[in-house]
């Protein structure tokens, strides 16, 4: 699969969310939402209100990450609105393939988010129930933090178990991802790229957001989990 970029909009002005998501439209393949309540994360951001206010103004789909508790609560209801993709966390979910189940059943795609320090081995029987592993490249909770690359041999490894398994399951890298770090990323085995300080810091977005897909699918076309 071609690299794709989902820029996040916690690096954006979020007094004009609607005109800096326009900035990437014609050059992204999602918007990355970051949905934040200040107890799975120390940091509060959006929610569900904002998340249909920004359905009618956005041309891409929605990639919302919920770093919130209680997911199987409210995951649901962002696939409902018409998020494009939903992604819980392994972390805080506590029913979570029916939460999967129930995010596709209401024609989202389904995502499953691993924090740095949980490792990815104990939920390779979740794969089949998820269209995108979410590897957390940062600790969550802020945007423009430094890349952890002490998560890259996880990213190989789910690279790994998605292949092994034959799986269309698409694995995102979320944090620190830049023009220095994206293509260590991809040649781990990551296809889709989260960025906010990278886009949404630079002085063109659009033209960011292009150089990091260029970036991805250099490195992609050379690394040997792709061939
Ligand atoms: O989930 C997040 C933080 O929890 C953000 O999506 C992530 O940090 C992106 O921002 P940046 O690219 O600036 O690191």
Redesign the pocket.
Known sequence: MAAQISP?I??ADFAKLADDVALIADAADWV?V?V?DNHF?P?LTLGLPVVEALLKHSALPLDC?L?IEDPDRWAPQYAEAGAGSVTIHVEAAKAPVRTLRTIRAAGARAGLGINPATPVEPYEDLLGEIDMLLL??????????R?LDVVLPKVRRAREMIKGRDLPVWLQV?????AETIERCADAGADVF????????SGDPAEAVRALRGKAEHATSGAAWSR
């Open positions: 996040s916690l690096s990355h970051d934040m994360v940091n990450h770093m957390m490249t940062v600790e969550p909770g802020f945007g423009g933090q890349f979320d944090g620190g991802v830049s989260v960025a906010g300080n990278a886009v949404y810091g």
